[in-house]
């Protein structure tokens, strides 16, 4: 039992001296390919969402719940509006990594041209919903100062008191390329520049005469100013005209009655003009996370609405900024397979590594090629390195006294029987005493020379 449980431990112990080093070589090339690739994503991000009001505060919250179901914990960054989550985004040291921000709201884009580019290192994760330009105003502001029950180009509202939000939102931005296209100067209005729910309190206590805002129809505000007596909805009637001068607004409709049907509310189809929300991410920002986020917004943003069909958003279509290639991978493939069987960790790791431990172990296939007859050799070596001492004697004979040589060579053969090699090499072992006795023999009885 002692002598089996010896010859294992001999066959173990050389079997690691063996494929040890190739096993530690192919772990250490999967950990510098784990450390390149970075498979593991940071636990946590800063999303920079808009007023507590609005539709991004909202989605940002929906956002937070979905990431939070698998693992990522998503801190909510308040801010004045587009505008200000740039200038997050672009600050350096900044903690932002991701924010809403809308079409449009960025000045250092070349007005009216579609193929400009913004000059930062930011990615668009696509295009996320329909932000109508709502502007509500009061219908005995438009009798008093339009001189009409309503009203329907931007050129009417010279004279009046317009809020149209603080800076940093991206409101002011967009309504300032509203009114260069109407070829109307600025300083023709009373520009205010409240936040949203003092702009509403003096738009519903008479002043102001109009607010204006930037939102999806899922924003509070804009679902109680629909619903206010005396507010009405400014209706773009040049919407198409709009959406050619300034290539970042689509056109879109308010239908008759879908605020309220049984009030027939809106009493008839409303033009609106729209920029597109989109989700923008720091250029390093890690691409699991950009996975995730771009999942959550298929969630958040695919079912139908007002102003778009179930399945037209996120969209990859975004002609202000290149889109993710990580974003890029989920609009022409969907999520990967393996997220269907697995965590999003575990799916995630081997997705991004699978193609280095194809390439590590196509590259050792080779080199594992040696390894078992590496083995064989370390075995057969346990037994073959006598012959040298072997030979020796054999070499000594008639030069060294035959007693002396006889003596050395019993000691030989009593260190050989202590060798152990497992019973597949026993008979190497068995041949190396053989020869032992071989050369005992002829130094006991010497051959007469001749």
């Given at each position: 039992m002692r002598a089996t449980l010896r010859e294992a431990l001999i066959s173990l112990r050389e079997f690691l001296l063996t494929f040890a080093p190739f096993v530690l070589l192919a772990a250490g090339l999967v950990y510098i390919a784990y450390v390149l690739l970075d498979p593991t994503p940071p636990k946590r991000l800063t999303l920079a969402t808009g007023q507590a009001q609005g539709a991004y505060a909202e989605f940002g919250r929906r956002y937070a719940q979905i990431l939070k179901e698998n693992g990522v914990e998503v801190r909510l960054r308040p801010t004045?509006?587009?505008?200000?989550?740039?200038?997050?985004?672009?600050d350096p040291?900044?903690?932002?990594?991701?924010?809403?921000?809308q079409g449009g709201a960025d000045p250092t884009l070349a007005r009216g041209d579609p193929d400009a580019k913004a000059p930062d290192d930011l990615v668009s994760l696509g295009n996320l919903f329909h932000e109508p330009v709502w502007i509500f105003y009061r219908a005995d502001s438009a009798a008093r100062l339009a001189k009409a029950p309503a009203i329907d180009a931007i050129g009417q509202l010279a004279g009046w008191r317009v809020n149209v939000g603080p800076p940093g939102s991206g409101v002011p931005n967009l309504m300032a390329r509203l009114l260069e296209v109407n070829d109307l100067d600025p300083a023709q209005l009373t520009l205010l520049h409240e936040p949203q729910t003092p702009a509403v309190v003096e738009l519903l206590e008479g002043r102001s005469d109009a607010v204006v805002f930037a939102s999806a129809p899922e924003s509070l505000i804009v679902q109680m100013l629909l619903r206010t007596p005396g507010i009405r909805l400014f209706d773009f009637a040049q919407a198409e005209?709009?959406?050619?001068?300034?290539?970042?607004?689509?056109?879109?409709?308010?239908?008759?009655?879908?605020?309220?049907?049984?009030?027939?509310?809106?009493?008839?189809?409303?033009?609106?003009?729209?920029?597109?929300?989109?989700?923008?991410?720091?250029?390093?920002?890690?691409?699991?996370?950009?996975?995730?986020?771009?999942?959550?917004?298929?969630?958040?943003?695919?079912?139908?609405?007002?102003?778009?069909?179930?399945?037209?958003?996120?969209?990859?279509?975004n002609p202000e900024r290149p889109l993710s290639p990580e974003a890029k991978r989920f609009y022409d493939n969907g999520p990967p397979v393996l997220q269907r069987y697995m965590t999003f960790w575990a799916a995630?790791?081997?997705?991004?590594?699978?193609?280095?431990?194809?390439?590590?172990?196509?590259?050792?296939?080779?080199?594992?090629?040696?390894?078992?007859?590496?083995?064989?050799?370390r075995m057969r070596s346990r037994v073959f390195r006598w012959y040298r001492q072997l030979r020796a004697f054999e070499a000594a004979i008639g030069?060294?006294?035959?007693?002396?040589?006889?003596?050395?060579?019993?000691?030989?053969?009593?260190?050989?029987?202590?060798?152990?090699?497992?019973?597949?090499?026993?008979?190497?072992?068995?041949?190396l005493r053989q020869n032992i006795r071989m050369v005992a023999e002829r130094l006991i009885d010497p051959v007469p020379a001749r």
């Amino acid at each position: 039992m002692r002598a089996t449980l010896r010859e294992a431990l001999i066959s173990l112990r050389e079997f690691l001296l063996t494929f040890a080093p190739f096993v530690l070589l192919a772990a250490g090339l999967v950990y510098i390919a784990y450390v390149l690739l970075d498979p593991t994503p940071p636990k946590r991000l800063t999303l920079a969402t808009g007023q507590a009001q609005g539709a991004y505060a909202e989605f940002g919250r929906r956002y937070a719940q979905i990431l939070k179901e698998n693992g990522v914990e998503v801190r909510l960054r308040p801010t004045v509006g587009a505008a200000e989550n740039l200038a997050l985004l672009r600050d350096p040291g900044g903690e932002v990594d991701v924010a809403f921000v809308q079409g449009g709201a960025d000045p250092t884009l070349a007005r009216g041209d579609p193929d400009a580019k913004a000059p930062d290192d930011l990615v668009s994760l696509g295009n996320l919903f329909h932000e109508p330009v709502w502007i509500f105003y009061r219908a005995d502001s438009a009798a008093r100062l339009a001189k009409a029950p309503a009203i329907d180009a931007i050129g009417q509202l010279a004279g009046w008191r317009v809020n149209v939000g603080p800076p940093g939102s991206g409101v002011p931005n967009l309504m300032a390329r509203l009114l260069e296209v109407n070829d109307l100067d600025p300083a023709q209005l009373t520009l205010l520049h409240e936040p949203q729910t003092p702009a509403v309190v003096e738009l519903l206590e008479g002043r102001s005469d109009a607010v204006v805002f930037a939102s999806a129809p899922e924003s509070l505000i804009v679902q109680m100013l629909l619903r206010t007596p005396g507010i009405r909805l400014f209706d773009f009637a040049q919407a198409e005209a709009y959406t050619r001068r300034l290539p970042f607004l689509d056109a879109v409709t308010l239908p008759r009655g879908v605020v309220d049907l049984a009030k027939d509310l809106p009493p008839a189809d409303v033009h609106l003009v729209a920029p597109t929300a989109t989700l923008l991410a720091r250029k390093g920002t890690h691409p699991a996370l950009e996975q995730l986020l771009v999942q959550a917004a298929a969630e958040v943003h695919g079912n139908a609405g007002w102003f778009q069909k179930k399945g037209d958003f996120p969209s990859p279509r975004n002609p202000e900024r290149p889109l993710s290639p990580e974003a890029k991978r989920f609009y022409d493939n969907g999520p990967p397979v393996l997220q269907r069987y697995m965590t999003f960790w575990a799916a995630n790791v081997v997705d991004r590594m699978w193609p280095a431990i194809l390439t590590i172990a196509a590259m050792l296939l080779p080199l594992s090629r040696i390894l078992p007859p590496l083995y064989d050799f370390r075995m057969r070596s346990r037994v073959f390195r006598w012959y040298r001492q072997l030979r020796a004697f054999e070499a000594a004979i008639g030069k060294r006294a035959n007693a002396e040589l006889l003596a050395e060579l019993e000691a030989l053969e009593k260190r050989v029987e202590q060798v152990t090699v497992p019973l597949s090499y026993a008979d190497e072992l068995y041949a190396l005493r053989q020869n032992i006795r071989m050369v005992a023999e002829r130094l006991i009885d010497p051959v007469p020379a001749r």
